[in-house]
């Protein structure tokens, strides 16, 4: 296992698991998320090929009302 | 009135933000009661844990997304221009729209803009394609920095977000209105009543956003139309001229001197 953070939580998750595979942990509807890794943006047609590695800080962010 | 930005023609000049509204259905009254054809939006993280408001952020997305009006999302929170290019991204792909207001604020207590980490993350963001709508200073130079870094469109600030003190400085945006007389330019944040948009559109500039004053008055649909009509009203002025003030009374009818002497 690796250590990962999600939204600033610790998580263990399997090596090689990719990013659209822990999307998926956390919703079931990947496309209402955006997401970005270690500051850097990822977008959902990369997420497949994004595999996750020890210490990586994922974000997710989701649309709100706004100013 | 109807008007073009970014190449798109509208017939509102008022740009509505959607945040701190009562409920989803007094917010969709709102938008309606506006006129506006296009509403900010933004982007939050998700808690690690959930924070309980997850559904409700989503009632009131539902109901933007729902009135077809164009979005215009907006990288708040961000201090720096990484965090806002990241951001920016992030709301291109959740909001399918290339339009984002860019919000790199450099000081906590008054929000302003940071000129430098604006101007940084804008030029970043129109090589990749971004239409950027920059929330700025009233500063020329920063406009004009803004605009040789490829945007298209202004939006100086009238004053601190949030604090409905109006136009504070109303020589800098005259400055800037003369300065920079094709670019289309919004006041964005500070505006607290409609007599401060009015004020906006009697100076030439070519549209409001606002958000608090909308969402903070008691009968915020009310409040939506009263914004609506001046808007319109302020805009009609400007083109109609304003006359010029006089130091002095000047007699408007035409009287033959005082009625009874000769």
Known sequence: MIQITVNGATRAVSPDTTLAELVLLLTPLPQVLATAVNGEFISRNQ?????????DAVFTFQPITGG | MAFHI??????????LGTAQYPSPEVLQLAIKASGAQVVTVG???????????????????????????????NTAGC?????????AHMA?????????????VGDEYTLQPDPFELVKAATELVRAGFEVFPYCTDDLVTCQRLLDAGCRILMPWGAPIGSGQGLLNPHALRTLRARLPGVPLIIDAGIGSPRDAVQAMELGFDAVLLNSAVAQAHAPVQMAHAFKLGI???????????????????????????????
């Open chain 2, 232 to 262: 319109e009203a302020g805009r009609l002025a400007f083109e109609a001229g304003i006359m010029a003030q006089q130091a002095m009374a000047v007699p408007t009818t035409p009287v033959t001197g005082r009625p009874f002497v000769l």
């Open chain 2, 79 to 87: 201090r720096a221009a990484r965090e806002a290019v990241t951001l």
């Open chain 2, 43 to 73: 982007l939050k993280r998700q808690l690690a844990q959930g924070d309980g408001t997850g559904s409700a952020a989503n009632d009131f997305y539902s109901i933007i997304r729902d009135t077809g009006v164009r979005l215009l999302p």
């Open chain 1, 47 to 55: 997420r497949d090929a994004h595999c996750l590695r020890n210490g």
């Open chain 2, 6 to 15: 970014a190449g798109i023609e509208l017939d509102s000049r008022f740009f």
């Open chain 2, 92 to 104: 291109r792909e959740l909001f399918d729209t290339p339009w984002i207001k860019l919000e790199v």
